[in-house]
């Protein structure tokens, strides 16, 4: 009895738990666990393909992948064939046009992968024998998964991808996923029929500018835009006589494969590494991370890095070829199709030596500095890298007045008022050439902006307040010169002086509101026999003399150091007022008049106008009759003299009294000059909840954005309006962002320190 009890039960188990394989049904497949095993290498011909150990169990990274439903069985046994892309054919009436294979069968090319055991069809395949119905392109579902294959789509599915290959596929709102089924097919063509040398030239450039095209269309997907770089890449590899990149224009992915071969390459050969070739190597090297002026500016980066490198290096420095060997893979986007070795033997691999690559980071270094300024510009919201403000902020190297629209309009501007007007304009209209509205105060911001525009172009201009001690006004003028003051000018004790004597001069020569010529051509004679004056501080001068006699009269400072002077200082300066007003060769009582009022107010005797006035005639008879009358003599009178005596003066008082009197008329604030120091957490201007996320981000220069969608959600904040938050804080605080959204979450940390204060 016992005996058929246990048989009893020994059926029972057997029809629960037997072996008998379950219905293929068409359903979502189940979450499967992924294993990176090591792997083993299978030749074939030039190329070595990859497929999983089965024995070895060690160091297993465990990761979960969805790839949406079973393959549905299919009656169709018609083999698979290649659609070229100059052929079509009608599928459930539907014209297509090709690249992409057709029919019922065509097997995986990576059956050796366990936890693809079940993939047993091509993923591009198109069967026809399978259930399809119409959909638009833009339709889908949960069987457009990680890995999508045209069996394992749902009717409808299968319906839309249809409906875009019958369309010029360059839609950029289409499914990714029909994207990548496409690709799938025009990946396994290139890397198994081409190199089985089933694909001609033809045929295969065909295939290039295919990928080429796509990967324009629809790079907004990074995954997209990284595998169909990589295939370019690889087909460049493949077939070089065929297939060529502009290198310098070219978008590459993360990890490129023609680098790295042209790297090898030219160190194998003894060639220096160009400058082109150095910046892709710092760009692709794993340890070293571009900072925020480096990845926002990218385009500015790189042409100064390369300049920065020839200058140190000239045409490059040569690299000793080393030991370890050049090994290119390429890891195909289909699930369906094995990785490829390219086996290049003979060439070594330079690209993580330490000695070149430590030149490289000090020079990217450097250049992240020079443009740290142009970057936080950048950084602000509503302004771009063709503003005037943008340009001046560039290092010399990158900008040139004849590239730049700008720069050019500006320089023809200021070349036209030199030559038409001496240079002479209104503040309004130099402004105007920033492209920025007129301020309300001119501070330090605004004087660096235009003294930048006008160095850059090749001109200077009066009243420049680190040289003529004078700023401009909002409603007055400003007199350019050609080629400026240069980059190391800085103003002699000369220069001080005949720029004091000049406003003195100016001052008397606009008592009666208008300049005559001889007094203008007194006080160039003034510049102009100084020897001791270099010819650019002539120029400067003579712009400052322009401007003075073109502004209201300012004494601002003059009578308060006057008043310190001994009688002879101020015996000098009377004669210099009164010699500028005798120019011209005579003096009304209007005149006269005036002079004694700009005496009292100057802290001279205005009783000492008259008998000044008869000495410096008297002076001038007297060089009259010992010389020949010449107007250009009659001019020149004795102001030399009486700035000579000025230079030789052994009085303390006369030799200082020109710096002395020569006093800024207005000084210079800095906008905004004292930063205040951030509180910590809540004290610092957010709010509690942006504060926290922006707390939990400055730990960290790099966040993957799920994890920062992760900490906002947490906090109840949108990502897109928390990071405008934050740096809207950051900016009003340091004037820069401290966020870059840029897929990943970028924080600049140099920034976060500036924001602690």
């Not at 799920?706 to 900490?711: A, F, G, K, T, Y």
Request: aromatic share 10%; with cysteine; proline share 4%.
């Amino acid at each position: 009895m016992e005996l058929l009890v246990f048989i009893g039960v020994c059926y029972l188990l057997y029809k629960l738990f037997g072996s008998s394989k379950p219905k293929n049904i068409s359903q979502p497949k189940p979450v499967v666990k992924v294993t990176s095993r090591n792997q083993k290498i299978v030749q074939a011909n030039n190329f070595s393909r990859y497929s999983d150990d089965e024995d070895d169990e060690s160091d297993l990274v465990t990761f979960t992948i969805s790839y949406g439903q079973d393959e549905e069985k299919s009656k169709n046994k018609t083999p698979g064939k290649w659609i070229s892309g100059n052929e079509s054919i009608n599928v459930k009436g539907v014209q297509l046009r090709g690249n992409f294979y057709y029919g019922g069968t065509l097997k995986a090319l990576d059956n050796e992968r366990s936890y693809f055991s079940n993939q047993e069809t091509e993923a591009s395949l198109v069967d026809d024998s399978l259930k399809i119905t119409p959909a638009d392109f833009s339709y889908t579902d949960q069987s457009l998964a990680y890995w999508p294959k045209f069996i394992s789509l749902s009717p409808k599915a299968r319906g839309a991808y249809l409906n875009w290959l019958a369309s010029d596929r360059n839609h950029p709102d289409a499914p990714i996923g029909y994207v990548f089924i496409y690709f799938y097919g025009i990946e396994r063509r290139v890397i198994h029929d081409a190199n089985n040398k089933r694909v001609l030239d033809s045929e295969y450039l065909g295939l290039f500018e295919e990928v080429s095209r796509l990967k324009v269309v629809y790079g907004e997907s990074r995954s997209f835009f990284n595998y169909a770089t990589r295939l370019i890449e690889f087909m460049c590899l493949q077939r070089p006589d065929v297939c060529k990149i502009d290198a310098e224009s070219f978008s590459y992915a993360n990890d490129s494969l023609l680098f790295k071969f042209e790297l090898s390459t030219v160190v194998a050969s003894g060639q220096p590494i160009s400058p082109q070739l150095a910046l892709s190597w710092i760009k692709f090297y794993p340890e070293y991370r571009f900072r925020t002026p480096a990845r926002r500016c990218a385009k500015e980066f790189a042409a100064l890095f390369k300049t920065r490198y020839a200058e140190k290096y000239g045409n490059g420095f040569v690299v000793k070829p080393n030991k370890t060997k050049l090994n290119i893979s390429y890891w195909p986007a289909s699930s369906t199709l094995s990785n490829v070795q390219i086996n290049q033997d003979d060439l070594p691999d330079p690209s993580m030596l330490k000695g070149p690559t430590n030149k490289l980071i000090a020079i990217a270094d450097v250049c992240t500095e020079e443009l740290e300024q142009y970057s936080r510009y950048l950084g602000k919201k509503d302004t771009s890298n063709n503003d005037i403000a943008a340009l001046l902020l560039l290092p010399e190297q990158l900008i040139s007045s004849n590239s730049s629209s700008a720069l050019a309009s500006f320089k023809t501007w200021a070349n036209d008022a030199i030559q038409q007007n001496s240079g002479l304009v209104s503040f309004s209209d130099f402004w105007k050439m920033t492209g920025e509205s007129l301020p309300e105060k001119l501070n330090k911001k605004e004087m660096e902006l235009i003294q930048n525009l006008a160095s850059k172009s090749g001109f200077g201009f009066a009243p420049d307040p680190r040289y003529h001690h004078a700023k401009p006004t909002l409603d007055g003028n400003l007199v350019l010169f050609s080629e400026g003051h240069g980059d190391y000018f800085e103003p002699s004790k000369s220069f001080n002086e005949v720029a004091m004597a000049l406003r003195l001069g100016a001052m008397v020569a606009t008592i009666d509101s208008q300049v005559d010529e001889h007094e203008l051509t007194v006080l160039h004679r003034l510049i102009d026999h100084d020897t001791k004056l270099s010819p650019t501080e002539k120029k400067s001068l003579k712009a400052y003399v322009t401007w003075r006699l073109n502004a209201p009269a300012n004494m601002n400072g003059l009578k308060s150091r006057l008043e310190k002077l001994d009688e002879k200082a101020k015996s000098l300066v009377s004669h210099i007022l009164v010699t500028v007003a005798l120019a011209d060769g005579k003096i009304d009582p209007t005149e006269i008049k005036q002079l004694e009022k700009l005496y009292t107010a100057l802290g001279l005797d205005k009783s000492l106008v008259t008998s000044d006035i008869h000495k410096v005639s008297s002076k001038k008879s007297l060089d009259s009759t010992q010389k020949e009358p010449t107007q250009s003599h009659v001019e020149s009178f004795v102001l030399d003299e009486e700035l000579l005596a000025l230079h030789e003066s052994e009085t303390s008082d006369v030799q200082s009294m020109l710096s002395a009197i020569f006093v800024e008329d207005d000084p210079i604030v800095e906008e905004n000059s004292v930063v205040k120091p951030i509180q910590a957490k809540s004290k610092t201007g957010l709010d509690n909840k942006h504060d926290s996320l922006y707390q939990e981000l400055a730990t960290k220069d790099v966040w993957a954005r799920n994890d920062v969608i992760e900490l906002c959600r947490k906090l109840e904040l949108m990502l897109d309006g928390a990071i405008e938050t934050i740096n809207d804080w950051s900016y009003e605080t340091v004037e820069a962002p401290v966020l870059e959204d840029d897929d990943d979450i970028y924080v600049d940390l140099e920034i976060v320190e500036e924001l602690k204060g």
